[in-house]
């Protein structure tokens, strides 16, 4: 069964250091979110892509975080440099068509990031 | 600003009766909802939907009721099983827009 991709699953960093994740999407779709869930809350999503294209990225906090998709397959989050509170799960997800909502996000496992 | 609130963070049910997962929303543009369920260490996978054309939906052991005069939605399952523990997400979204999620509501299914 065809799933989503995420690497690392778990990372440690120190503040003000640069970490970096990545996300491969099913195969075929076309459209790839990264959503940050704090713990206790519920996930947000930080930017979407229409294949290389962004879509949506309002909630990103682009002093500091940035995203590419360069192919229009496989993602990369990154984040420079890192503060306490970017402490999170970092989830990925895609879907088959270009749309919001309307059509099933299928999510991978995500990245566990500590910042100490 | 939360648009969609769960205000229980967990649940406890006996295996075999009803589970009923509450989820409260603001926004009146919402018109799609949707619920997701997590295990530990993996990704949030879709359960059930509902458009704001209907009021019920069901697929299975799982139903989700919506009241849109009370903006108000809920997830029963019956009868609750115990690989049913987990936590359960409400979703929604306006115009096929992005979704707003709630903070999730854990549920511990006893045997």
């Known amino acids: 069964e065809a799933e989503v991709a995420q690497s690392p699953r778990y990372k440690i960093t120190e503040k003000s250091q640069a970490v970096a994740f990545w996300c491969d999407p099913i195969?075929?779709?076309?459209?790839l979110y990264w959503y940050r869930q704090i713990l206790g809350q519920g996930p947000e999503l930080l930017v979407q892509?229409?294949?290389?294209?962004?879509?949506?990225d309002s909630q990103l906090p682009k002093d500091r975080f940035s995203a590419e998709r360069l192919k229009g397959v496989d993602s990369t989050l990154k984040i420079q440099p890192a503060e306490l509170g970017d402490s999170a799960m970092y989830l990925c997800?895609?879907?088959?068509?270009?749309?919001?909502?309307?059509?099933?996000?299928?999510f991978g496992p995500g990245t566990r990031l500590t910042v100490l | 600003d939360q648009q969609v609130k769960q205000n229980s963070p967990s649940l406890s049910v006996q295996e075999g009766r009803i589970s009923i997962l509450n989820c409260d929303y603001t926004?009146?543009?919402?018109?799609?909802f949707l619920w997701y369920k997590k295990y530990p260490a993996e990704g949030p996978t879709f359960l059930i939907s509902?458009?704001?054309?209907?009021d019920k939906n069901e697929d299975g052991r799982f139903t989700v009721f919506l009241n849109k005069s009370a903006k108000h939605l809920s997830l029963h399952i019956v009868p609750s099983q115990p690989g049913d523990s987990a936590v359960y997400f409400c979703?929604?979204?306006?115009?096929?827009?992005?979704?707003?999620f709630g903070a999730g509501t854990t549920v511990t299914v006893r045997a």
């Open positions: 195969s075929g779709h076309a459209t």
């Open positions: 892509f229409q294949d290389e294209s962004v879509v949506d």
């Open positions: 509902i458009s704001s054309i209907k």
């Open positions: 979703a929604a979204s306006p115009c096929d827009y992005k979704l707003s």
């Open positions: 926004n009146s543009m919402f018109d799609y």
């Open positions: 997800a895609s879907s088959l068509v270009p749309s919001g909502a309307y059509n099933e996000q299928f």
